[in-house]
């Protein structure tokens, strides 16, 4: 059995990566931890999770907690992970953030948008981006793992099959994506009040949201370009899902079927990637509760651009169910273990 | 008094037009006409309009009704109220469609994008498209008026001022909008059921969606030039409420202060357009059950776009609301007669 | 002009009033003072007011507010409001509560069901319940107004007709309340953040709720006899809105219509209280954004129970709107003024 | 593998019971049929359900669906059901109804309440009441079963210690229930529309709902007496999750820790009924998507009243879910295979 810790668990992708694991069979759960709520049951913070009888909040005690963990996953405020990783990896223990001080291979970007010093930039260097999509033969051999943004992770997959043909002209790139209330998090603030979120809609962010490096990052990985994108996130009044409109001009014509082709084929052997029929529109509530990307897309001739919807799951594939995904390929294990929930709907 | 009828009153649009006559204190309502629940009690049919006591929904007899109204509302399905149009104009009588067959100039992008048979295609190229912010003018001294969609009302007027001032360059122009969903309509179907958009966010209509030659149509209007526009609605879980979401390259850089002056000047005589200040990005409920557009907007110097987000409510700035705006211009009256309710929050 | 001051301004009765004084012709607004957001212009903390241009939060000074108010409205924290009204009554200026500081006439109940102090005891005990609908004459002559709770007003009305005419048998009324967010206050808190609230519905502090006592003073008032009530308050994922269900068994057998009449007969000349059809039974979004009650009824022959739902906007009759009729019978206007708006639908 | 056949599967628990069934290892779908959308794909009709991959929707012809099933569902409308039963039950072939058909003993009753015609009396008298929790050995040994129905399945398990117990107050019971919208069906209906119902509550079926007699039945059931109660079901703005609220006159004081012991041994041994603590009152979205059923109570001194609140998922637990246990029963597998899922939150 694989003993995971969560520190920074008293959040909805602590909560959700607790969740996820009372399915997963080869793990068992050996520290919940963080700043808020030690001391207190589980069953008392989220009194849905009876699995976790008798576990209580830990404070985030580094060394106790590695010294019985195989895998740490963190979800920390910006830059506190650090250490984590740091002493993991010391340890050779392995370590996914699901947050974002390991996201980027170059510290001085995350710097610049996150107005957080990185105090160890060569390990952000040397670690991988956790979507398998793209990267899994990478994660297979690494130890430390940053799980990638609700949003990039939804944006960069409604681009990569267009991205990687070199198909798409440099500049043209606009991603407009909407996000449930759970993406601004756990902590009560008037931004995610119910009266202020229920019946609106609104921007946030617009031009300076710290997904936008981690998406160009992604991008100019795949093909070599250099990516300079627009990304306007929307608040939405639901509590789960993402969805990302991507708009790319392309430098050829191309017909609508011929553009589905291509992302069948791309995603093919994926299985949580699923490409709609021309015509489907993907809703959110299709994956709520998994780990699948559902995505829709067509060629407008009138414009010259390819427009594609990317449907996920916040919480799951945007978060939690992402970094189990990449738990199990870094232990071996099959990667959709624990992972093959159907969502619910309605 | 003025004397008003309302044929297709039995909608969205139609209640909310009953709504705000309440109010209006120069008009009294002749006739509520419908094809649906013709002879039941509008009490039963809308049972919080208690304003409307004695009232019955009449059959939409276009001879009867025109007889006793100085101005006909019509909110029919598609090609229906052309008729309406021909018999008031016969008559002198003023006439405003909520619907599209008064929109376009030209009768055949009408046919075109709704698979239509225009059947008076003379009266629709002189009749004025009823936003008053550009065609304020030709509304005063016109009989027919083509009130403008919803998505179009909140689109138009975020790019006006870039448009009007020749900043957009020639098919940059993306408007990703998300709308509540009683811009589906009152009828039942599986599309506005609640368990079907409740916690859930899809696109609809990409590159297909007949606002497009609408937004198209006004925005050449404005500066001469052929514009060919990306249109991609959302349905989002609430009732009221659009937000367009408009992406315009520039021609020149500019600062986003420079940006937020050209829309304050542009607007500083609207009445119902109002400008935030940079860094607030409206929400929808903000203009709920008013008649305002609230615009928020930046300029991104990475990628040389202008970002601008409109808000309207659908059935007010987007329907009822505007006609209303058009039937006072029409007989003389205080443009904001009856519209100056202040909106609901939250 | 009646100059008015508000205490406790930024809040979401607050806001309401704010919004409800725009319409009121008879009234300016000299003063809005919080004890958060002190010196903010009201259209960063409110948006979507614009009639309050130029006004900024100001500290809650009483003298200083007093010296230039007719009428105050406090919504202040429990206990806070007591020293304004003491200084209001000594400068003979109208006061206006709408927290809960004047509501009993029995400090003592209040003291102990709020657990505060109450400094005024003779000042709460000569205070009038501000239910017009069964306190009218008492308020017009008073000058110290305890405005009802939100959770009483729906309740009281619903029980009114059967009470005074003495046909609930004692000890049998049960009341099952169900109110949206709104009603748990605008400062962020678990209990009201969207996720929490969003597609998810709880009871909460089941006998134990402040406006159980509220209750059952009003219906005691009524008909001379000690009402013990079950008072369960709910929260609904919904901003406004209070659907109160309330049960009683009756004295005697009587049939639904029987009941009916009953009601439409007490409640003939309430403009603001609407009994509907046998049949019928109000949404709570029918009275969205007005001042009206909307009830609807029936008797249950196999129980002996008459069952009736009463519904309100917990910000206006329940809280903003029934202040401003407080505030009109204060000052002998027109009961109505400022609160004649037809209700928002959808 | 045990063979299952659904008939009326394009519903909204007919959906749940395909989604539940992707997780039972035991179970393989040989048929999904409906009267609706007769030959389509399952992931046409339902987009998220991807383990159906190559199903269509067959018509619901019974003896060639029989043919090759060891148990068949049933979700059709009231009376459908009752010849699928004859047929199954004279083939030996093990029959669950998900709609009333085989909920009564009484088939006098049935009928007066849905006003249909019941075409096969004695089988619904020897059919056995699908409430695992009470009647579990005769579930055992059964072949048809009558699957509970929302409402009676949060309300009777609300009630059923203290009425086993004979602490009840005959003719005292009282149930405030509460509904999300897919409660109301799949089917688009003005009363299930979004806008509709969104922002709104209300009560419908007051003292009338069919619910009632299924609920009095299971209650006298268990201690012998006619239990007469008001029943109310509201309409609530979320598409998941049943509230009841139930009150019950107690013949004798007791604390509301003897109350809470009570509860707490009678659901000892039960898997899916969960006793919260004193002080704690359950939200519905605790569990969204599960089997659960939350429990949450207190003692009212003040009135002699038990208040209880009772939580289930009524796709689940008030449907697909329960009709599953009622399979394992019947085919003496563990009773919650397939049904351990932890529930979504947020």
């Not at 992302?263 to 021309?278: M, N, P, Q, R, S």
């Not at 809703?283 to 067509?298: A, E, M, P």
Request: net charge negative.
């Amino acid at each position: 059995m694989i003993k995971a810790a969560i520190i920074g668990a008293i959040s909805y992708a602590g909560g959700e990566l607790l969740r996820l694991l009372t399915a997963h069979e080869q793990v068992i759960v050996t520290h919940i931890a963080d700043s808020y709520s030690i001391g207190e049951d589980i069953k008392k913070v989220f009194p849905y999770l009876f699995a976790y009888e008798g576990y209580k909040v830990e404070e985030p005690d580094i060394d106790y907690i590695l010294a019985d963990s195989d895998v740490v996953f963190t979800a920390m405020p910006h830059g506190k992970a650090v250490e984590v990783a740091v002493k993991a990896a010391a340890q050779g223990k392995k370590f996914i953030d699901i947050a974002a001080d390991f996201r980027f291979r170059d510290a001085a970007v995350y710097e610049d948008w996150y107005n957080v010093k990185h105090d160890a930039p060569q390990l952000t260097a040397s670690a991988v981006y956790g979507l398998p999509e793209i990267y899994r033969e990478k994660i297979a051999t690494s130890s430390v793992v940053g799980n990638p943004g609700c949003y990039p992770t939804a944006s960069i997959l409604s681009l990569y099959p267009l991205v990687k043909n070199h198909f798409v002209e440099q500049g043209s790139i606009i991603i407009d994506a909407k996000s449930g209330v759970s993406g601004a998090g756990r902590k009560p603030t008037e931004n995610n009040s119910f009266s202020q979120c229920a019946e609106s809609l609104k921007a946030y962010g617009v031009a300076t949201h710290r997904h936008t490096p981690e998406i160009e990052q992604a991008l100019s990985d795949v093909d070599g370009v250099k990516h300079v994108i627009n990304f306007t996130p929307h608040l939405i009044p639901m509590s789960r899902g993402i969805l990302a409109t991507a708009y790319a001009t392309l430098k050829q014509q191309m017909s609508a079927e011929e553009l589905w082709e291509l992302y069948k084929e791309t995603y093919a052997k994926e299985a949580f990637v699923h490409v709609h029929d021309l015509g489907v529109w993907p809703q959110t509530k299709w994956v709520s509760g998994s780990n699948f990307c559902h995505i829709g897309l067509t060629y407008d001739k009138r414009t010259g651009r390819a427009v594609i919807c990317s449907a996920i799951d916040n919480l799951v594939k945007g978060a939690a169910g992402q970094a189990i995904q990449n738990m199990n390929i870094l232990f071996g294990l099959p990667e959709g273990m624990a992972l093959t929930m159907t969502p619910t709907f309605p």
